[in-house]
């Protein structure tokens, strides 16, 4: 099956509450990595297999991500919007489309940033071992990441055997991303998914669990490097030092932006339309576009909005 056969979903209602004001003003699926809006390297991500037609669930600020990708034409994709309602779990969103896909889709959730290596290995596994499910999997040596997100148990012969969602005790390292691939037969798990009594929502792994009870097999692909679920404010810090790596520099700074002599920048990122008063030092921070920063000290690990200054003390390494 080619490429173009295959649809794109990404699911971008979520509420970025643990981010303080900065969740108020920016929704977490379009934080700026270095000046560039998290979705969007979702949707290269697409792209670079061919997948064009992308449907988008929003939700809280949802007018501000359709202002910021509009129709995909930029980006050289399709979008389609969707607006989710009620938040009731991953599954009862995806569940919301049915109507709306009738081809196999890759999933996104779209407050994760991915670095992946070859995935289109997930389209060939899909096709090779006649997959209702490919499950984007890494291994990961921090169990505190395994347990914010789901493991993944397999049979002997490499199929899924269990999927627990954010589990109390880590047997394995096998982590599951927030990357999925699903042909149809998703759905007839999801209409057979309850709600669950610890957070009373319809868990997308439970209807992945359901796929493999249903005899279907569910497959892996070790096709994540590195990814961060955006969660609190040293998260945008950490993709922003990673994605700043990458190009290899050490600052990243946006349109319009007033610098004043004697200011340093160390792995720093200015969005559009910064003011810096001041001959400060600014490390391992990110200031978003039309911000004025006034201090007269030298500030680190923090993100700067037009309206806060939001510190990350406990901002790990990246």
Not at 282 to 299: I, K, M, N, T, Y
Request: net charge negative.
């Amino acid at each position: 099956m080619a490429a173009e056969q295959y649809l794109g979903v990404i699911l971008a209602a979520g509420h970025g509450s643990r981010m303080g004001p900065f969740g108020e003003e920016v929704p977490k699926p379009v934080a700026p990595i270095c000046n560039k809006p998290l979705l969007v390297y979702q949707l290269e991500h697409l792209r670079g297999l061919g997948i064009t037609d992308i449907i988008i669930v929003i939700g809280h600020l949802g007018h501000v991500i359709t202002q910021i990708l509009g129709n995909g034409a930029a980006y050289g994709v399709r979008i389609r919007y969707v607006e989710q309602e009620k938040r009731l779990g991953l599954a009862h969103a995806v569940g919301q489309l049915e109507k709306l896909i009738d081809r196999p889709f890759f999933l996104m959730l779209g407050d994760i940033y991915f670095e992946v290596d070859d995935l289109a290995q997930m389209i060939r596994t899909l096709e090779q071992q006649k997959a209702a499910a490919v499950l984007a999997v890494k291994d990961e040596n921090d169990a505190n990441a395994i347990r914010k997100n789901f493991s993944v148990h397999l049979h002997a012969d490499g199929t899924v055997k269990r999927v627990i969602e954010k589990p109390r005790h880590i047997e394995n390292r096998l982590k599951g991303c927030g990357l999925y691939l699903f042909d149809l037969h998703i759905f007839d798990a999801i209409r057979r998914t309850p709600r669950t009594a610890l957070r009373d929502e319809y868990e997308l792994t439970d209807s992945i669990q359901i796929l493999v009870e249903l005899d279907y097999r569910v497959c892996i692909a070790p096709v994540v490097t590195w990814d961060m679920n955006l969660t609190f404010i040293h998260d945008l810090i950490a993709c922003c030092q990673r994605q700043l790596r990458h190009l290899g520099q050490h600052a990243c700074i946006g349109t319009g932006c007033t610098i004043p002599e004697g200011c340093t920048l160390i792995d720093t990122v200015l969005g559009d339309g910064v003011h810096i008063e001041h001959p400060i030092t600014l490390e391992r921070c990110v200031v978003l576009p039309g911000s004025r920063v006034r201090s007269r000290a030298d500030l680190r690990d923090c993100v700067i909005t037009p309206s806060a200054l939001l510190p990350a003390a406990d901002a790990p390494p990246a």
